[in-house]
């Protein structure tokens, strides 16, 4: 891990991610690059002209650029690489671009979460950027003044379509040497014996080189609410899931645990893509 982007609109939930960056840096050896998405209504766009001709967007970029200035002064940055970034898209598409224009290993995104009927019909640009994005992206909801991971909790259904998200957890635990409580939540709807749920986290598990886990079968109504109940049993540190990124009328109908997730829980959430 050495280059970890954090999106910012210079809120605090967004200061939030930054100072959890700013500890994985100090400790990793990693850069920061700081990414302020500017979203110009395409209509004013000339066939012919660039972004950085308007004047909104010349106006736009100056004040980003004036709010990086004040927000690399703060102690908490003091001796870090710091790199700005400015997009001209949605977030999740800026995301996507300076991930892949910069090498990302990892983005930091602070998150207030989306509840009702704005989370069915918009949802939250954190959830837009979990859904799409292609780098691992780390949700962070409160403030941490120590952030630390000793419990790690993977969620998943441990079918072969999760080893290459697993693998990216595992590279994930082994950096921050955190110990690995691998989960199955049992639904009445889809419920499995504790048998033959162990045996397939077991099969699953054993295709890597990787010991530092416990095997954990835990029963409730639905996978988000048992994911998170057994997450606070035993005071986790952070919640890892893989996330498929569907889109349009098939999210609408069948969401995604792992978005949901993002909106819901406390504490902080990490997605790697499937």
């Known amino acids: 891990m050495k280059k970890i982007l954090v ?11 930054l100072k959890v960056a700013a500890q994985l840096a100090k400790e990793y050896s990693c850069e920061i690059h700081l990414l302020h998405v500017l ?6 766009v000339d066939a012919l002209s660039s972004y950085n001709n308007l004047p909104e967007a010349v106006y736009f970029m100056k004040l980003a650029h004036k709010q990086f200035e004040t927000l690399k002064q703060k102690a908490y940055l003091k001796g870090l690489t710091i790199h700005e970034n400015v997009e001209f ?10 991930c892949k224009k910069r090498n990302i290993d990892l983005v930091i995104m602070g998150s207030q979460g989306a509840n009702g009927l704005r989370e069915m019909l918009v949802g939250s640009n954190t959830e837009k ?29 441990f079918k072969d379509e999760s080893k290459v998200s697993y693998q990216n957890a595992i590279d994930f635990a082994r950096i921050l040497k955190a110990d ?53 049993s035993i005071n986790a540190d952070l919640i890892g899931m893989s996330t498929h990124g569907r889109q349009g009328i098939s ?20 997605t790697f893509k499937i």
């Open 7 to 17: 999106p910012t609109d210079f809120s605090d939930q967004a200061e939030n991610a």
């Open 39 to 44: 979203e110009i209504p395409m209509h004013k």
């Open 89 to 98: 898209h949605e977030i999740f598409k800026g995301v996507f671009q300076v």
């Open 129 to 157: 950027v979990v859904r799409t994005s292609k780098t691992p992206v780390l949700v962070i909801k409160n403030e941490h003044e120590t952030f630390r991971i000793n419990k790690f909790v993977f969620a998943s259904d």
């Open 180 to 232: 690995m409580y691998l989960l199955m939540v049992n639904t009445p709807h889809k419920f499995m014996s504790s048998g033959k749920a162990n045996n397939r986290i077991k099969a699953f598990a054993d295709a890597f080189d990787f010991n530092n886990y416990s095997i954990n079968i835990y029963n409730d109504d639905t996978i988000e609410k048992g994911i998170m109940n057994f997450s606070a």
């Open 251 to 270: 999210h609408f109908f069948n969401g995604s645990i792992s978005e949901d997730l993002v909106n819901h829980a406390k504490r902080p959430v990490i």
